[in-house]
């Protein structure tokens, strides 16, 4: 099982950003794919989650309305599509697959990718 997460970068308040993260060994019908994010000094916490099978999601209070997530299923890949940020949305972004069905705790999640940086300046 491999996740990778790319597409981060500098952006400014206000800004757009679409992380993506590539996944293979597993499938979306019984797996869940959700991103994280983790500043400096702060702990992880979960941005929002795509369900297996069909696709429900779920946004973190904090993103709604501005971030996100879906998948193209033809090229295993989930999207966190990122409008209207904020500097407090400066972290390092982590994708991560679960069994669980629709979990928001970091420690279902059994495999993880590699963080892509998100910086959002003023």
């Known amino acids: 099982v491999q996740l990778q997460a790319y597409g981060g970068g500098l952006a400014q308040a206000g800004g757009s950003l679409r992380l993506s993260c590539a996944v293979s060994?597993?499938?979306?019908?019984?797996?869940?794919v959700a991103w994280f994010r983790q500043a400096p000094g702060k702990e992880r916490e979960f941005v929002a989650v795509?369900?297996?099978?069909?696709?429900?999601?779920y946004h973190a209070d904090s993103v709604k309305g501005r971030f996100t997530i879906s998948r193209d299923n033809g090229k295993n890949t989930v999207y966190l599509q990122m409008n209207s940020l904020k500097r407090e949305d400066t972290a390092v972004y982590y994708c991560a697959a679960s069994s669980a069905y629709h979990s928001q705790d970091r420690y279902q999640y059994a495999y993880w990718g590699s963080g892509t940086q998100v910086t959002v300046s003023s």
């Open positions: 060994g597993l499938s979306f019908s019984t797996w869940s």
């Open positions: 795509l369900s297996w099978n069909g696709g429900r999601t």
